[in-house]
């Protein structure tokens, strides 16, 4: 049974859920939260951490994920949310250059791997390291160094081998916590039962996304990438991927296309609650070209023309009887170049599945969850002639 937990504290009343509650009953240096989807875990982490600090002074928290992009859309997001909720956010508390903030005389600071000056630089007594299979064992090492009290990682388990399983929960000192979104009374019905059809059509999925169970060796739709630094200087295409959402993520993939064979991707931007008005200016802050064309999903034309009306190429991807298969066999022609700091595509290119129906028969129809950047992806590369990606082949 979902329960509504009232936490209690003698400076104010959080409502959490059980995995608030198990976190802060744990008395080790380290905590390991492996959850599945909506399981409250990292909403629950900065709670905890929250009620922590209003009862403590001249303390450092740290909040870290791999690139500070996803790091803003996500726990730092949450944490703001949860402050404002609680009608404790005073703006003259918070630095927006430095990406802190002042909570009852102690500091939280935000940062991630793309700033290594900070991340190696300062010493701190508690530490979230959030989607922590992100980060490598060496940038692990370096955090925990560094930190002289409380040490705290969440993540999906979709990785069936990683340093976390061999380097952290065995130690005598971590406390292992597993959650669920059934862990989550506050998880919209909608959110749920999308979850729950994960048992029909993706069963090897529900273990990780719903159960929160390590993935074990599930074969995916795509194995024709790698990991790189960084993008190229000199291509020979270019062209952007967009894939709309609001609740669901909103996913812009710049794609550069070398030899005709070499396609490199960048995760530009991955942030839910984006209205069309918010994602213009996102575009305008990112310097997105406005001559370079962005391919977008099909179904929403109002909101392709609004970004046509601010100045942008963007332009509706085609739509055939067999598109969705026919652009996934596109995209496979090519071999696929990841950017490191990308993680919100390597996250859901290693969980991308066909689904299987019920004589476990692969089929020709992917998984639709967990798939807002490569379904951007396949716009950009999965349309039109293979040595023209950009120019051929578009609805007007």
């Known amino acids: 049974m979902r329960t509504k937990t009232p936490i209690m504290s003698n400076i104010l009343k959080i409502q959490g859920t059980p995995v608030l509650a198990k976190n802060l009953a744990v008395k080790t240096r380290f905590t390991v939260n492996q959850g599945g989807a909506r399981s409250s875990k990292t909403h629950s982490i900065l709670q905890m951490y929250i009620l922590m600090l209003m009862q403590e002074q001249k303390k450092v928290l740290t909040i870290t994920r791999k690139t500070f992009p996803s790091l803003r859309a996500s726990a730092m997001r949450d944490f703001f949310d949860i402050l404002m909720g609680l009608n404790m956010y005073n703006d003259k508390y918070r630095n927006k250059t430095e990406n802190t903030y002042v909570l009852n005389k102690n500091l939280i600071e935000f940062v991630s791997l793309d700033q290594p000056q900070?991340?190696?630089?300062?010493?701190?007594?508690?530490?979230?390291?959030?989607?922590?299979?992100?980060?490598?064992?060496?940038?692990?090492?370096q955090l925990n160094m560094r930190t002289s009290d409380k040490v705290v990682l969440d993540y999906n388990p979709s990785d069936e081998y990683h340093w976390i399983y061999d380097w952290v929960?065995?130690?005598?000192?971590?406390?292992?916590?597993?959650?669920?979104y059934k862990d989550n009374p506050y998880c919209p019905a909608e959110i749920v039962k999308e979850i729950e059809y994960l048992k029909i059509v993706d069963p090897d999925g529900y273990q990780i996304y719903g159960l929160g169970n390590k993935g074990e060796g599930v074969a995916t739709i795509y194995s024709n990438w790698h990991i790189v630094a960084n993008m190229p200087e000199e291509y020979d295409e270019r062209v952007y991927g967009l894939d709309f959402g609001y609740n669901n993520p909103t996913s812009l993939t710049e794609i550069r296309v070398v030899d005709k064979v070499n396609a490199y991707l960048d995760e530009t931007l991955y942030e839910t609650r984006l209205t069309n008005s918010d994602l213009i200016n996102r575009m305008r802050a990112?310097?997105?070209?406005?001559?370079?064309?962005?391919?977008?999903?099909?179904?929403?034309?109002?909101?392709?023309?609004?970004?046509?009306?601010?100045?942008?190429?963007?332009?509706?991807?085609?739509?055939?009887?067999?598109?969705?298969?026919?652009?996934?066999?596109?995209?496979?022609?090519?071999?696929?170049?990841?950017?490191?700091?990308s993680v919100n595509i390597k996250k859901e290119i290693k969980s991308y599945k066909w689904q299987v129906d019920k004589d476990e028969r692969?089929?020709?129809?992917?998984?639709?969850?967990?798939?807002?950047?490569?379904?951007?992806?396949?716009?950009?590369?999965?349309?039109g002639k293979k040595t023209r990606i950009g120019i051929t082949d578009l609805e007007d």
């Not at 929960?169 to 669920?180: A, G, H, L, Q, V």
């Not at 996934?328 to 071999?335: A, E, G, L, Q, S």
């Open 118 to 141: 900070k991340i190696r630089g300062g010493k701190r007594d508690y530490l979230f390291m959030n989607e922590a299979n992100e980060f490598t064992l060496e940038d692990f090492k």
């Open 169 to 180: 929960i065995p130690r005598e000192n971590c406390t292992f916590i597993k959650s669920t």
């Open 286 to 341: 990112l310097n997105i070209p406005k001559g370079v064309l962005i391919k977008c999903d099909s179904a929403e034309p109002d909101r392709i023309k609004e970004i046509r009306d601010a100045g942008y190429n963007a332009r509706p991807a085609r739509k055939g009887k067999n598109s969705v298969k026919d652009g996934i066999d596109k995209v496979k022609t090519f071999i696929l170049h990841i950017t490191d700091r």
């Open 362 to 383: 692969v089929t020709d129809v992917p998984v639709k969850y967990n798939d807002h950047s490569l379904d951007g992806i396949r716009y950009g590369i999965g349309d």
